[in-house]
């Protein structure tokens, strides 16, 4: 009975992940759309999504110390699933054990795909709208004619956006 316990907590494990992989592409869309009300809201449902997953991987660490009581072993390992797997005897089980294992694996390796891309899109936004900035008010001490470099006091200073004077 645990094992069959673990297994389903794995399955709803993946799905969860497949959840945060969907959200993953909204987030990349929403990216190079620009659209932070978007962004948001993908980010607020990816923290909800989050705490059930902390639920599920707690759920899944207290069903795999009870199947490995249940097979005689009294201690809390933390034991992969490639391990876990060889203490399962039953043809069967074992199959299903290892094809979740692969299964949340490719699904996990997608989703820090994903994830990798989509910081680098942000990353690049962030470069951009900083270089846009630069290209509006232009860097601070930024000047467009020629001044000798002994003339230190006739050069003006333009100020920035923002103006801490004002």
Do not use: W
């Amino acid at each position: 009975m645990p094992l069959t316990t673990l297994l389903e907590l794995l399955e709803r494990l993946d799905e969860a992940h497949i959840q945060m992989l969907d959200l993953a592409a909204f987030k990349k869309q929403t990216i190079m759309d620009n659209k932070v009300d978007g962004l948001i809201d993908i980010l607020n449902r990816e923290s909800k999504l989050m705490k059930l997953i902390e639920q599920l991987e707690e759920q899944r660490a207290q069903a795999a110390y009870a199947f490995l009581q249940g097979v005689g072993i009294r201690s809390n390992l933390n034991l992969n699933l490639s391990e876990l797997s060889r203490l399962v005897f039953d043809p069967e089980d074992k199959s299903r054990l290892l094809h979740i294992q692969q299964k949340l694996s490719g699904t996990l390796r997608r989703l820090k795909q994903a994830n990798e891309l989509n910081q680098k899109l942000i990353e690049q936004s962030l470069t951009f709208i900083d270089y846009s900035l630069d290209l509006l008010v232009g860097r601070p001490n930024q000047d467009f004619t020629y001044h000798h470099p002994s003339d230190k006091g006739s050069g003006s200073t333009r100020p920035g956006l923002f103006d801490a004077r004002g």
